[in-house]
């Protein structure tokens, strides 16, 4: 009599049976803890096994059950030995070849023997053949014995076969299946109704184990009604749980400044430009909610170049003058330096306070910082996640600021606003980004910000001029460089790694510092990358700034932010592992001055047919939005967006860009549930969000 363990979705999965610790820690690191983890576990990917295809109806790449009589096995030698087994049905033949075999698998195939096996069909001398096909003997009592359903292939981990996931889900659906009640239906019937969407079971059930009868193609899509439901809901879960940050937020009181509002116009005039008509706009929206009683909650949204800096600075010396504290985050150390010294220039006649704060101060000094934001000094606190550190005590926190949003997760976001509240008051927020994302689909992932963009760049700038060339024209590029510094510019030279360490990547650029000193001795060359020390990178960047430095070497430490108006020459060393949103941000450290920029993308051929097209479009266009919707189009449904590229929440189901027809409708849902069915918001939100520090309590 086996032991009684209770049937509980909630439980861990070591209560399914054949689950010991070794697989529950595979099962782990799928992050995959209780049963109904497993049932939120989808397939990626289905094969028909229900039906047969006659051997002589194979296709050449398809994929296929077939069944048939072996005629001949053996083994053949040659450049590579292997083990080939002929077999045929009546309507053709086909030869399966094993590179790695034994010899009992020899002994299995002979001659007579009925098999059934499922691989991809691939043109062969005079027949089809299968390469390592799976395959199993047939019986003569299962010889009609097909599988009932398609076969699910789950995301799995090493160490955990496909069969043994399909064991375990079995069970998971079984203790639904039993125990309905224990995942209940949070969608209102309303809603279900609207969109013909089948109810949560019955879409667990579906994409689980499809019945034979499924259009396979929709559900390899990913769009069929089931994996739409259930994306329904999690893009629900995600938005809802934003909303309720903000109702939260907007409960507190703004910070209390010692006096109104006061006016930027000094400080504007002062600046070396004028602002566009666009960044005019977005202030008045920035300073309008300033001034109501609720914290703000705004995003700006502005192209790379479009001058997002200047706003910040404009609505930092508003809240100083005001009498509170201001906190300024940037995602990499140079980019906070880079902020503090372009600010504390532009406040240099104001007599207003700015620190850096960095990981890499040393403790005298953070100490002194740390003290003065902890005093009710007025000032301007600049710098990097370090920002979030427990020490750090800010006592009059008026906003913060986070640029380069899209470097952040919105939990990083929210504990840096912690630091502000009081028992009654909560900071104001101001966001910036570089992501163009449309409209609609910025409303539904930012739900808990206003939104405002700054749609047009400072005048006089001049489209970069985009080259793509393989690696061997490199001699040339590097004859280029010199005549573009004899005549006074700026060049950039970024060397790229992929997925490699810091130590890796700074070491590709230090080769690559070494080897353009000697081909070029007669410019002087400097070297930045992630390694190097605060004080050294500072030097290095502000003797770049001044125009000291001729070339720049560095790794992507500059992929973000980084100004330097006079340089106009970039130059991409394989440019073809980078993604466009990531080429774009390189690239827009150009033409960022009236002089025309150039960018030279270089690659390691052959190229393959998306990077091809990648390359393609970074040179055929600079508008962000534009380069944003193709980089949409060349995703392949299904494939995750990278939330380090994006700043938009990874989903374990929906998929922004392959659902982004129910984006709408989930905003039109979320009012409903907000309006009529309060009472189930927090279940959806904690059915799809627990296990996820982002979106914790506020
Ligand atoms: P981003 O939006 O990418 O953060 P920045 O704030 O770094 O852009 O601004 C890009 C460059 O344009 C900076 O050198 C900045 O000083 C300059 N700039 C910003 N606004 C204007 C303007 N209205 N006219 C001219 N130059 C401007
Ligand atoms: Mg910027």
Redesign the pocket.
Known sequence: MGQFKPSQLSASVTTLTGVGTGLEKRLNRLAIYTVQDLLFHLPYRYLDRTRLLPIGMLQHGKEALIQGTVELTQIKFGKRRSLLCRISDGTGAVVLRFFYFNNSQQANLAKGTTIRCWGQARRGVNTFEMIHPEYQRISEAQRDQLEQTLTPVYPATEGLAQGRFRKLTDQALRILAENPQQLVELLPQKILAEYALPDLCQALQAVHRPDADTEISLLQAGTHPAQRRLAFEEFLAHHLSLRTIRRKIQSFQAPRPDSALPQADDFIHRLP????GA?QTVLHEIQADLIKQQPMLRLIQ?D???????LAAIIAFQIIKSGLQVALMAPTELLAEQHFSTITQWFSNFDIRVVLLTGRLNRAKRQTIVADIASSTPLMVVGTHALFQEQVKFSRLGIVIIDEQHRFGVHQRLSLLEKGVTRTTYPHQLIMT?TPIPRTLAMTVFADLDISVIDEL??GRQAVKTAVLANDKRAEIIKKITQECRQGRQVYWVCTLIDESDAIQSQAATETYEYLSEMLPDLVIGLVHGRMKSPEKEQVMSAYKSGAIHLLVATTVIEV?V?V?AASLMVIENAERLGLAQLHQLR?RVG?GSQQSNCVLMYQPPLNELARQRLQIIRSTTDGFEIAKKDMQLRGPGEIMGTRQTGLPQMRIADLIRDAALIPHVRKAAELLLEDYSDRVAAIIKRWLTDRADFGNV
Request: hydrophobic share 25%; glycine share 24%.
């Open positions: 430009f004028q602002l566009t960044q502005g790379v170049g479009s001058g997002k800096t200047v570089a400072p005048p932010g100004d108006p827009g960022r």
